[in-house]
């Protein structure tokens, strides 16, 4: 079955740390776009960072310099490191996948998302 | 790029149609996608490139519009159809979202 599977989401207190996965199965991973796109509870979508196929990364601005996204081929597997959490990166994570086939495109398959908690 | 998506709330029922419009603070061409996504579940890819069609999606969706100015109908809509709407551009990194429409079905 083609899936993303994000894992990793936690408690964790202001200024603290965590490491999200997003795992695929039924597709080579490294062959696409995978973005993480978060939602704060009650509220809507918002694109945090992208790794590109060919290793190139992007952030949003609200999480550059204290995020870090990062691929491992052999695990089929992207991840994220949050550091320096702040109370508002509270949210449920998506990993989402862009195929990519004209550029960055849209998103055809998301996951269902890991829960972020940072509350002292 | 920044994208407004109105109205924030539409209610209608089954025998109306459901317009949502997304407009890009600058052209950003047909890189325009349409997502729903119902209470507890994940975003589901409705029309890509402002008006393709993406399978598995019910005819009743349509989208248009090219460079700033974007719509989403949904004709004779159903109960199933409640839900938030999020328009979403690709033309440039950082990507973006519009706020999202909540529609209720009367």
């Known amino acids: 079955e083609v899936q993303l599977v994000e894992s990793g989401g936690d408690l964790v207190q202001p200024g603290g740390s965590l490491r999200l996965s997003c795992e695929a199965s039924g597709f080579t991973l490294g062959y696409n776009f995978i973005s993480w796109v978060r939602q704060a509870p009650g509220k809507g979508l918002e694109w945090v960072s992208v790794?590109?196929?060919?290793?190139?990364?992007y952030y949003a601005d609200s999480v550059k310099g204290r995020f870090t996204i990062s691929r491992d081929n052999s695990k089929n597997t992207v991840y994220l490191q949050m550091n320096r959490l702040r109370v508002e990166d509270t949210a449920l994570y998506f990993c989402?996948?862009?195929?990519?086939?004209?550029?960055?495109?849209?998103?055809?398959?998301w996951g269902r998302g890991t829960r972020v908690t940072v509350s002292s | 790029i920044v994208l407004t998506q109105s109205p924030d709330f539409q209610s209608v029922t089954p025998k109306e149609k459901v317009t949502i419009t997304c407009r890009a603070s600058q052209d950003i061409g047909s890189s325009l996608h349409w997502y729903q996504q119902k209470p507890d579940q994940s975003p589901k890819l409705l029309i890509k490139y402002s008006s393709e069609s993406v399978s598995g999606v019910p005819s009743r969706f349509s989208g248009r519009g090219s460079g700033t100015d974007f719509t989403l109908t949904i004709n004779s809509p159903e109960a199933e159809d409640a839900a938030t709407y999020y328009c979403h551009q690709s033309s440039s990194v950082p990507l973006t979202f519009g706020g999202g429409t909540k529609v209720e079905i009367k």
């Open positions: 989402a996948r862009d195929v990519a086939s004209r550029g960055l495109g849209c998103f055809d398959l």
């Open positions: 790794f590109y196929s060919g290793g190139g990364t």
